[in-house]
T-cell receptor, first 113, second 114 residues
Framework: DGGITQSPKYLFRKEGQNVTLSCEQN?????MYWYRQDPGQGLRLIYY???????QKGDIAEGYSVSREKKESFPLTVTSAQKNPTAFYLC????????????FGQGTRLTVV | QKEVEQNSGPLSVPEGAIASLNCTYS??????FFWYRQYSGKSPELIMF????GDKEDGRFTAQLNKASQYVSLLIRDSQPSDSATYLC??????????????FGKGTHLIIQP
């Protein structure tokens, strides 16, 4: 089945630790996105990538980093510089940068303990 | 700054009635408009998109766009309890290099009362 897979579904992090969230898609989509959702809030864009080996900061990139070494993969690292990392993280992809119909993975819920 | 505004609700609608969800946006350069449905604890699911002024119908759903008023709405006919969810409005602006992601509203919580 084609789709977007995020792992893990739940993640717990100690303060001061870096963690990496996985996002893999087998849809052959060029564009991939990372969003963050806080309770009762809409989604906010963290980073996006329109093509392999290229990515751009979104509205709330501070404290996060990404890589796009393969078309299928767009991992997100939440660094210790992110002061309030507890949130629901959503990865999405679209066919290409001109196609704005984005489809989402099932999300990763990150909690700082 | 791109902004998308939605009434957070909750919006309560009797089963079988029409649910009307509204959204306004600030950037006149917005080109594409989307409605996502999100159940509690789940990821958003795309249910409608619209690019041109007017109405677009898909089954029980109708999206309406008025670019002059910077307004987009979603109508759900014959509302069912399974339609109870948060509905997110999202827009994109193509800056010339392709879309740089979606800007979301905070969502409207819809409750369909049996």
């Amino acid at each position: 089945d084609g789709g977007i897979t995020q792992s893990p579904k739940y993640l717990f992090r100690k303060e001061g630790q870096n963690v990496t969230l996985s996002c893999e898609q087998n849809l052959n989509h060029d564009a991939m996105y990372w969003y963050r959702q806080d309770p009762g809030q809409g989604l906010r864009l963290i980073y996006y990538s329109q093509i392999v080996n290229d990515f751009q900061k979104g509205d709330i990139a501070e404290g996060y980093s990404v890589s796009r070494e393969k078309k299928e993969s767009f991992p997100l690292t939440v660094t210790s510089a992110q002061k309030n990392p507890t949130a629901f993280y959503l990865c999405a992809s679209s066919v290409d940068a001109q196609s704005t119909e984005a489809f989402f993975g099932q999300g990763t819920r990150l909690t700082v303990v | 700054q791109k902004e998308v505004e939605q009434n957070s609700g909750p919006l309560s609608v009797p089963e079988g009635a029409i649910a009307s969800l509204n959204c306004t946006y600030s950037d006149r350069g917005s080109q594409s408009f989307f409605w996502y449905r999100q159940y509690s604890g789940k990821s958003p699911e795309l249910i409608m998109f619209i690019y041109s002024n007017g109405d677009k119908e898909d089954g029980r759903f109708t999206a309406q766009l008025n670019k002059a008023s910077q307004y987009v709405s979603l109508l759900i006919r014959d509302s069912q309890p399974s339609d109870s969810a948060t509905y997110l409005c999202a827009v994109t602006v193509d800056s010339g290099g392709g879309a740089d992601g979606l800007t979301f509203g905070k969502g409207t919580h819809l409750i369909i009362q049996p």
